[in-house]
């Protein structure tokens, strides 16, 4: 896809991999609608684009909110006129022992991780396919492949975005053009870490971080922008980025 004027919708664009995404993105010349729930954060990534001669529309909103994502499409369609490409990114990674009990993290892991990324695709899907054609990212993980400490519940809904990933493909790709990819990267240096509570699980990945040198999230954006960049025959199923010291 060449992205010079398509409009791209990124989820948790406000810090991490989707900030550095709506940058990559949008210097390649693509209209970025940004959401997430920080509108400061949003507001100041949009200045930065413009300044680079980019397009950015900024909306807010929370991906569990249904009512959010109708707002979030409408605006999309309203600026730009159309949906191209949706990077279902927002996600959170409380990490628990389950032995500590962290039951309401677990519930918010389930409810943006996988519920969020069934929402931004609910929104997506029915435009897209009046559209003939779009592209579906889903950032899933390394941890879709690998246990890590602390990870059961992080892990098992992040392993739910990798098959969803290929299921939606499965069912959209062949019949109305939308490819889909799922992005897996190991450790990358972004504030993920920091909805971590349980003390036992900091103190594990403190000293396993101590050893290891992380992806940046730019590296990250560009795994997207390769994704997006191929050949619409040619789809990209799943992208599996680790750094080189990660076990
Ligand atoms: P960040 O914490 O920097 O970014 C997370 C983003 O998600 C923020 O923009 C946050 O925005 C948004 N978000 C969280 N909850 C919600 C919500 N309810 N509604 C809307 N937006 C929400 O971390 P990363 O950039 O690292 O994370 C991005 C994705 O990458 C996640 O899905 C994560 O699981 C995945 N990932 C990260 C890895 C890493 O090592 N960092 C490795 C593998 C995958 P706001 O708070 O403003 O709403």
Redesign the pocket.
């Known amino acids: 896809m060449d992205l010079k004027n398509k409009t791209v919708i990124i ?10 995404t709506a940058l990559k993105l949008s210097k390649e010349g693509a209209n970025v609608v940004l ?5 400061d ?2 507001k100041s990534l949009q200045k930065k684009i413009e300044k680079n001669g980019g397009k950015a529309l900024v909306v807010v ?5 249904k009512n ?1 994502y109708s707002h979030l499409v409408s605006e999309t369609k309203k600026e730009f006129g159309s949906i191209d490409v949706l990077v ?6 409380p990490l628990s022992y389950i032995k500590n009990m962290h039951t309401d993290e677990w519930d ?1 892991m389930v ?3 996988i519920k ?1 990324v069934l929402n931004g695709i609910a929104a997506v899907v029915p435009t897209m396919i009046e559209q003939k054609g779009g592209h579906i990212i889903n ?5 879709a492949h690998n246990y890590f400490p602390g990870g059961a519940v ?1 892990c098992a ?2 392993s739910a ?1 990798k098959m969803l990933s290929e299921g939606l493909r499965q069912e959209l790709a062949p019949t109305y053009g939308i490819n889909v990819t799922s ?13 971590i509570t349980d003390k036992e699980v900091l103190k594990d990945m403190k000293s396993m971080m101590d050893d290891m040198n ?2 940046e ?1 730019e590296d ?1 954006a560009d795994a997207i922008f390769y994704a997006l960049s191929q050949p619409k025959r040619s789809n990209i199923n799943d992208v599996f980025v680790m750094p080189t010291q990660q076990q």
Not at 11 to 20: K, W
Not at 139 to 143: D, H, L, N, Q
Not at 183 to 195: D, K, N, Q, R
């Open positions: 989820t948790g664009a406000s810090s991490g991999i989707g900030e550095a959401t997430a729930r920080r509108e954060r949003l909103g929370d991906v569990t909110n959010n279902n990114n927002a996600g959170l990674m918010t409810d943006v991780n969020g950032v899933s993980s390394s941890a992080y809904t992040k975005v992005i897996e990267p190991g450790a990358v240096s972004t504030e993920l870490t920091e909805t992380p992806l999230a990250i």
